[in-house]
């Protein structure tokens, strides 16, 4: 619970006061095969502009990968959940605690290309509560995605965050600080709100990214 609070806190950070996440790799998309083209993450309930890939699947969102495979037949492509700590490093937890269903699920068929010199087929997947596997932690994650039968191969990774809003944070800055007025430094100050059980760890179940 402490690790997941972490995770939430930094994921409001970095959206929600426009901070920057400094450790590890924050938000990556990493191709692995040249085949591989026009990579578009989006979330189709989102009423806003997000400079980073996230969804709140409790405020009914979902999140949809799209890309196009040079190829001249379709591929049955497949995909697997990866989470992470708060610094992007491998989680220890396993598999059946971050995420439920079986370990990789089937891509939807893919759709043909029209009229085009290179043919290629495109790809559509949304990750939602009833997808399986799907994740059961708010946090970071990464989904890999492979032809059927060769797993070990990516063919690309796309990272994103999952958010599940219990706490509210508020950030300010200011040009008055203990290293001089308004010259080269800034102070910044984050208060971080909760409710319900969650209120004993924010002193020291809690990482602040900034």
């Given at each position: ?6 995770l939430?806190v ?5 959206w929600?006061?426009?901070?920057l996440?400094?450790?590890?790799v924050?938000?990556r998309?990493?191709?692995?095969d040249?085949r591989?083209n026009?990579?578009?993450v ?7 502009y997000r400079?980073?890939?996230y ?5 009914g969102e979902?999140?949809t990968?799209s890309f ?11 995909y697997?959940?990866?989470y992470?700590d708060?610094?992007?490093s491998?989680s220890?937890?396993l598999?059946?605690?971050v ?25 559509s ?13 708010s946090g ?5 995605f492979?032809e059927e039968?060769?797993?070990?191969t ?10 599940d ?7 300010a ?14 102070e ?9 059980t969650?209120?004993?760890y924010?002193?020291?179940g ?5």
């Amino acid at each position: 619970m402490m690790q997941r609070l972490g995770l939430l806190v930094g994921l409001f950070l970095l959206w929600g006061g426009g901070c920057l996440l400094s450790a590890g790799v924050p938000f990556r998309s990493s191709y692995y095969d040249s085949r591989v083209n026009s990579l578009i993450v989006s979330v189709p309930e989102a009423e806003e502009y997000r400079p980073f890939p996230y969804y709140i699947p409790s405020q009914g969102e979902r999140i949809t990968f799209s890309f196009d495979l040079l190829e001249e037949v379709p591929r049955v492509l497949r995909y697997r959940l990866e989470y992470y700590d708060a610094d992007w490093s491998p989680s220890p937890l396993l598999t059946s605690e971050v995420q439920s269903g079986i370990p990789t699920g089937l891509v939807p068929y893919p759709e043909p290309s029209i009229a085009t010199k290179v043919h290629y087929w495109h790809y559509s997947f949304t990750l939602s509560p009833s997808s399986d596997p799907t994740p059961k932690l708010s946090g970071n994650w990464r989904i890999v995605f492979f032809e059927e039968g060769n797993e070990s191969t990516p063919l690309v990774e796309v990272s994103f965050g999952l958010v599940d809003p219990v706490f509210k944070l508020e950030v300010a800055a200011s040009g008055n600080t203990q290293e001089g007025v308004y010259k080269s430094n800034q102070e910044v100050s984050a208060t971080v709100r909760s409710s319900g059980t969650t209120t004993g760890y924010l002193e020291k179940g809690i990482t602040l990214f900034v």
